[in-house]
């Protein structure tokens, strides 16, 4: 006779294990591509958060600027989801290594671990745009969500006005998803589905 206390007992255990070692590979990540790494967002990326999120050109495509208030709020609560032990978004800080020099942010949005999907953002600053870094640094995240956690769709929210923006993600495979009930919305989602031999790349 099914149980079900007994296997949702079993689920919500498994759940944790999961989580679990997520939270673990997420306090060592060390992830690179050819010129990027990426590092978990630490105090020491307070200003580099702040500027990002003040400035008006790097806010464009995203909102409106912060204040220097909220920006500081808005990082406070970006380390506290670092450190959650249920993650459903983190936040690193983007490095050029040829340099060490911190050039933007990345973050994992709505990663559930169940489904095998998370929502991936990134910003760098303005005079590292138009370099194929964007591209680079979005490519990197979907080899190690897949690679390392079992990530199988990927997504993504960009302005349609962002033409840069949906070319790299184009480029990389993502497909924009219709929905009835946001056509006149100024954001669409892209989505990217993974083939199982994706999961095999490191």
């Known amino acids: 006779m099914f149980c079900w206390s007994v296997w949702k007992s079993y689920l919500q255990g498994h759940n944790k294990v999961q989580q679990g070692d997520a939270f673990a590979k997420l306090q060592t990540v060390c992830c690179s591509s050819a010129r990027l790494q990426i590092a978990l967002l630490s105090e020491d990326d307070r200003a580099l958060y702040c500027s990002l999120m003040t400035d008006k050109a790097s ?7 912060l204040s220097e208030d909220k920006a500081h709020r808005s990082f406070d609560a970006a380390l506290k989801c670092n450190q959650l032990q249920q993650i459903q978004r983190c936040y690193f800080r983007v490095v050029l290594k040829s340099h060490y020099q911190s050039i933007g ?38 080899r190690w969500l897949a690679a390392e956690w079992g990530i199988t769709t990927i997504t993504k929210q960009i302005q349609a006005a962002n033409l840069a923006a949906v070319f790299s993600a184009q480029k990389l495979g993502f497909t924009k998803v219709v929905s009835q009930s946001c056509t006149a919305s100024l954001t669409e989602q892209y989505q990217l589905k993974l083939a ?6 490191k």
């Not at 806010?59 to 600027?65: A, D, E, G, H, I």
């Not at 990345?106 to 005079?127: C, T």
């Not at 199982?196 to 790349?201: A, I, K, Y």
């Open 59 to 65: 806010m464009s495509y995203v909102s409106s600027p």
């Open 105 to 142: 942010i990345a973050s994992v949005n709505q990663l559930n671990l169940a489904k095998k999907s998370a929502e991936i953002g990134r910003m760098l600053l303005p005079q590292w745009h138009s370099k194929g870094l964007g591209t680079e640094l979005s490519s990197m995240l979907i």
């Open 196 to 201: 199982p031999s994706t999961l095999d790349v």
